[in-house]
């Protein structure tokens, strides 16, 4: 046997769910010790940590730490950590689980990224200052003070994002200490009476002293890059299945993952399930309104539901296929004028994955005039949309983090003003293109898409001849263009509206680049089209 083939055998599936299983009671033994919520970093930290001990999702990503990449991300904010650390009680403290492959002790995520955003996050929140820490046995002198050189820069750049640092200083009184916890060192005690709030950064995989030997089956940071061996396994699946898959052999798992996955599952059905209510006030938890505003909401399609007396003024939807087939929205009216819902939906078709993120960029321009013209014939006399009469605007998508988060940030810089209201041009503005050619855009857009479809070998269906891209849209002005002050800042800030009101947005790199092309590239035509 070569030492290639015995590579990919001690990397096996088996033995890389074997490790992960391995490395998660390290984390169960550490989350019974501290007593303390167990966050996990994703991508790979939810691997080690079981459902009932999840507390919450952060996203500090190791390449924020790399060697003379260090930064402070504004797309990742990780505000929810703040949330989590202060439900603590009178010990307000939380865990941290991730991993990194062989030849590191722990990851740079956690050994740099977060202490800088505990640094930066200490010196937003409290007056003067704060101290700056990393991990000795890791982060070397030189390291160490190249990064705290750059602090001051990391937050000026978080000021411009304009947080609303009042309301977070509710939420945390004493600054955050990171602190490391690895499987090769006995654990350190926590004083009752602190200054801080320690963050414990801990990492659950052990470093091997010889991870060249290929006749162990341990794998260190089994659970990183994921996509490459997961064979449609994820980590709530693997939590699940967890025995049944470990009982397995080598070669059975192949065919028992298959059968898992393939096996019946409860489909959501997006039209029975509990609606928000919103003429009673009665917001389903699920669904996140983005403060400043008073009127755009956020939410996955599995939380979203209808019933005749309950419904939304718009709905803009990125899904691969239509959640709301013609058959409901035909049946379904809005109770406002009796407008039926399907001249209320605006569907984005836009498959999972980057090529998702590809078909989103060719169709945000299709936002704007959409809810120009749901304002218009909601209130057609309205030229400032106020707290007392905005229409109720709801952006999903599969998981309510992604392609959702990138079409509302779109509609957040076009329509919206600094304090959060919809924001409609005069009738004089200039003429808007009609129903009939906003479809042909979209019918013209579509054939693009389904040539794309087939030349990737992608379902051609998705595309739906790119009418529903176009559908719904009325004469009317759009929203005015946010004068020329549209830059990488302001959409950061308007970014920032939308992690603080839903902590598990995390719109992909893919995402933001499509949102930034539209808003300062080539896309900005559309919208320029509009107001001329």
Known sequence: MTISSLTRSTHSVLNRLSSIEHDSLFVQQVAAHYKLPVIANERCGSWYVPPELKGGSAYFKSTDGHQGQWRFSARRLNLQVLDIVGQTGGRPRCILVDSTRRGKSMPDALSKTVPIWCAVMNRLLFDGESGFCTPESVVGRSEHSQIEARLDRFVSEAKRLQLNLPFLRQKISLPLQPIWITPSAPLPSLSTQSTSYPIICLTASHLLSNPSDPSTTYIQGAADDSEFWQRGLTSSFFWQHRSTLLSSTEDELPDLIQSLLNSPKPSPNFHSATPAVFRNSNLDSSTTLIKPTQNIYIASLASVGFQPEDYWDAIIACAPTDPFPESSKNDISNGNDNKPLQTRILHLPCPEGKLGSRYLRSMLHAIPPFITSIVQQSYPHLVQADEHTHPRILFTCPTGTDFAAGAALVALCVCVDEKGRLVMAEEDDGEALGRDEWEAQGRVRGDVIARENSRNGQVAQVAKNG???????????????????????????????????????????????????YLMGRGREHVRRDVK
């Open 467 to 517: 009418i529903e891209a176009g559908k719904g849209v009325g004469r009317g002005s759009v929203s005015a263009w946010r004068n020329t002050g549209v830059d990488k800042t302001f959409v950061r800030q308007r970014l920032a509206w939308i992690t603080q009101s839903k902590s598990d947005v995390n719109p992909s790199r893919e995402t933001l680049k499509a949102v930034n092309i």
